[in-house]
């Protein structure tokens, strides 16, 4: 079982649509969670950054992290066609290097 | 320019050559990473930089991939006897410390026929 397991998509939504993006993780010591999002042939950008359980907000992206199953999510509302990537999930203890999961690749259909 | 910027974009290269691939960091982080992403993979750990020493090099695959950062700033990651599974995007990131936002460069595109 790798650490980190993402579901590679893709995922396909219209102009619009909230979009909900999850990983699951086996360590319990991560501690930091973050989204990256990575355009066809770029490096990856952070999005949101959360440390430990709860929620934080930043326009129109939630990033949600349970602790107790181990499970993060990342919400995107009014999905826009310049949304479309692939969104990696990735995290870390904070004295470890980021480990990633596979991406998710979103295409928004306008 | 003031991101992270990686050399050669792209290396296509024959199996058994020798490789390198150069990352020029933001200039003031101290922490330099390098990653491994494979297409239709996230990005796999090699090794990491605090200022010029390895601080962490349990990702490299095996001993034909090496990288230096001889005086703090500009990393080398060099592989010798390249294989067909090498081929993949090598990715450069560096940030203010271990637990500081990752930025990444645009990655090296390694080939290998």
């Known amino acids: 079982q790798k650490e980190v397991e993402q579901d590679p998509g893709p995922l396909s939504v219209p102009e619009g649509a909230i979009v909900s993006l999850n990983c699951t993780y086996s360590n319990s010591a991560f501690q930091y969670f973050m989204w990256y999002r990575q355009y066809s042939r770029k490096g990856p950008e952070l999005l949101m950054y959360t440390y430990s359980s709860g929620n934080k907000e930043d326009g129109r992206f939630t990033a949600q992290v349970d602790k107790s199953s181990k499970y993060i999510s990342l919400f995107i509302r009014d999905s826009q066609p310049s949304d479309s990537a692939t969104y990696l999930c990735?995290?870390?203890?904070?004295?470890?290097?980021?480990?990633f999961g596979k991406g998710t690749r979103l295409s928004v259909i306008a | 320019g003031a991101g992270v910027s990686q050399t050669p974009s792209n290396k296509v290269t024959e199996k058994g050559k020798y490789v390198e691939l150069r990352c020029d960091p933001i200039s003031g982080h101290t922490a330099l990473y390098w990653y491994r992403q494979s297409l239709g993979q996230g990005p796999e750990f090699l090794i990491y930089f605090q200022g010029t020493g390895a601080a962490d090099d349990s990702g490299l695959p095996n001993d034909r991939f090496f990288a230096v950062r001889p005086e703090g700033s500009v990393s080398t990651l060099k592989i010798q006897r390249t294989e067909r599974g090498d081929s993949a995007v090598y990715l450069c990131?560096?940030?203010?410390?271990?637990?500081?936002?990752?930025?990444f460069g645009e990655g090296s595109r390694l080939t290998v026929l």
């Open positions: 990131a560096s940030s203010l410390g271990l637990a500081g936002e990752l930025f």
């Open positions: 990735a995290m870390n203890s904070g004295n470890t290097p980021l480990v």
